[in-house]
């Protein structure tokens, strides 16, 4: 090789992009400064061919030319130095992905609910918030030992499932029983369920005992406003301006009193009830009433018109399923059989004195006639008279039976719902 055709050799390797500067295995190569060669004349210069491929290394030492100012490329560079060009270098098998390497096709597994250590998939069980001595255990291992939810949790979540269920339109679902029952305790209790489960909707209980009924004291003992209070104006004006007139609990439950607050006393009449009734459900989608006791009462039978569902309290003695047992078969005498498809029986220990074997006699009663029966034990929180919460003082196993009560309920809502729906008329 003569010393034009090196000369033209190494001009067009120092033409072509090489990747960064790599060390060649071996010894450094040292080359002696050299002045630049001469310049070609235009006519002698050749035409840029596309860049060859890189010379095989020859055995040996390498060579170095006082024209060169770089060494000869060695072998190819890392996988993790970047290459000119779009295309990306391949991975040894050896060599780790780098931070900066793009990610796989397919799933993101940062957020893949399965850890790198295979743990379970992710589910609404593990969720639900442990009790009892669960969390105890969970406590004592420091979260090595997760028993999960127990199986009264995991029937809580269906119940509140239930409860949510969507709804169109409005919906009422009395409240009927005896005096001594629990009957006040009992509609507050659903109702706050529905208020504190169902926070799109608004949901109101309404006080239509004209028996002294005490509905709002176990609510929000600070309404004075009641039925006379919400029909006086001849505008029934924004759902603010009626809810002016209503109390409210910490559960988001609103309620209208019976009987006013002060002055002389202003029995009920199925007009005032009627009136108050249309205005509420302009701006309510569920009325939990507290009826009369009995079932003769005028404003009763008012209620009973247009109810959704019914719920009939008895207490857990004979004396008490006898009155409600007079309930339903009223119900019947009186042609209300789709009401009464739609009742459920509520065995409420309001005083802790109930005999197991009479109590299970009873349900068994009320089951054989076709009726869903739920068993409230006795809990203090509602003995007192005071006002009721269902979040933070009522009994776990009183709470988890008033679930199954308002699931039951809301069922009811449901079934008549998919009802309206079908019937509606087909616009195509």
């Known amino acids: 090789m003569n010393e034009r055709e090196e000369f033209l050799r190494?001009?067009?390797?120092?033409?072509?992009?090489?990747?960064?500067?790599?060390?060649?295995?071996?010894?450094?190569?040292?080359?002696?400064?050299?002045a630049p060669p001469p310049a070609l004349p235009v006519a002698q210069r050749p035409a840029a061919p596309p860049p060859p491929a890189p010379p095989r290394p020859r055995p040996g030492p390498p060579q170095s030319s006082p024209a060169a100012a770089q060494p000869r490329p060695g072998p190819p560079p890392p996988a993790s130095s970047p290459r000119p060009g779009p295309a990306q270098p391949a991975l040894s098998p050896r060599q780790p992905a780098s931070p900066a390497a793009p990610t796989p096709t397919g799933p993101d597994r940062r957020?893949?609910?399965?850890?790198?250590?295979?743990?379970?998939?992710?589910?609404?069980?593990?969720?639900?918030?442990?009790?009892?001595?669960?969390?105890?255990?969970?406590?004592?291992?420091?979260g090595l030992v997760r028993p999960g939810p127990s199986a009264a949790q995991?029937?809580?979540?269906?119940?509140?499932?239930?409860?949510?269920?969507?709804?169109?339109?409005?919906?009422?679902?009395?409240?009927?029983?005896?005096g001594g029952v629990g009957k006040t305790s009992v509609a507050?209790?659903?109702?706050s369920l529905f208020a504190e489960l169902r926070q799109q909707d608004h949901v109101v209980a309404i006080d239509a005992d004209t028996a002294f009924g005490r509905l709002a004291s176990r609510i929000d003992p600070r309404s004075t406003d009641s039925f006379w209070e919400l029909t006086s104006e001849k505008n029934p004006g924004s759902f603010t301006d009626v809810v002016a007139r209503l109390g409210r609990n910490s559960a988001g439950l609103h309620v209208l009193g019976g009987e006013p607050a002060s002055g002389p006393r202003r029995v009920l009449d199925p007009a005032v009830y009627r009136e108050a009734a249309l205005r509420l459900d302009a701006h309510f989608t569920i009325s939990v009433i507290d009826c009369g006791s009995t079932m003769d009462s005028p404003v009763t039978q008012e209620v009973l018109r247009d109810l959704?569902?019914?719920?009939?309290?008895?207490?857990?003695?004979?004396?008490?399923?006898?009155?409600?047992?007079?309930?339903?078969?009223?119900?019947?005498?009186?042609?209300?059989?789709?009401?009464?498809?739609?009742?459920?029986?509520?065995?409420?220990?309001?005083?802790?004195?109930?005999?197991?074997?009479?109590?299970?006699?009873l349900a068994r009663e009320f089951v054989d006639h076709g009726r869903p029966v739920v068993e409230v034990p006795f809990d203090a929180h509602l003995r007192p008279g005071g006002v009721i919460d269902v979040s933070r003082e009522m009994a776990p196993a009183t709470r988890r039976r008033?679930?199954?009560?308002?699931?039951?309920v809301a069922g009811y809502f449901a079934a008549r719902s998919d009802r309206a729906r079908d019937r509606r008329p087909d616009k195509s």
């Open 10 to 34: 190494d001009r067009l390797q120092r033409d072509r992009p090489t990747p960064p500067a790599a060390r060649p295995p071996g010894p450094p190569v040292r080359s002696a400064p050299s």
């Open 111 to 142: 957020q893949s609910p399965t850890t790198a250590v295979g743990a379970p998939l992710q589910t609404a069980d593990a969720e639900m918030p442990e009790r009892g001595w669960r969390r105890l255990l969970r406590l004592a291992t420091f």
């Open 154 to 178: 995991r029937r809580e979540a269906q119940f509140e499932a239930a409860i949510r269920t969507p709804l169109r339109g409005n919906y009422k679902v009395g409240v009927l029983g005896k």
């Open 188 to 191: 507050a209790s659903v109702g």
């Open 308 to 361: 959704n569902a019914l719920i009939v309290v008895s207490s857990p003695w004979a004396d008490g399923a006898a009155a409600a047992a007079r309930t339903m078969e009223w119900l019947s005498e009186h042609g209300m059989t789709n009401l009464l498809q739609h009742t459920i029986v509520v065995l409420n220990d309001s005083d802790g004195h109930a005999d197991k074997r009479t109590r299970a006699l």
């Open 402 to 408: 008033f679930l199954e009560v308002t699931a039951t």
